[in-house]
């Protein structure tokens, strides 16, 4: 099952702004999409700066070795 509904926080905990039709006490999953974030005034060094200060995830190492694979199942051409 999937919903999009939108949320204000009040007192750390999210309380939807609309009625949400869900089962007392089943689990979900969240994923949080905030508000956007202003961009910078345009000066390339604040753009730079910007982008270095966004947190940095794990990237799967096989991604590049294995893209042929993974996008048309072959493997990839040397």
């Not at 702004?17 to 999409?33: D, K, N, Y």
């Amino acid at each position: 099952m999937t919903a999009h509904f939108t949320a204000v926080v009040e007192q750390g905990r999210l309380r939807p702004t609309s009625p949400v039709e869900l089962p007392e006490g089943v689990a979900v999953e969240v994923f949080i999409v905030g508000p956007q974030i202003a961009p910078p005034n345009g000066n390339p060094a604040a753009i730079l700066a910007a982008i270095a200060a966004l947190p940095s995830t794990p990237v799967d190492p096989t991604t590049s070795d294995q893209h042929d694979h993974v996008l048309y199942g072959r493997e990839a051409h040397p």
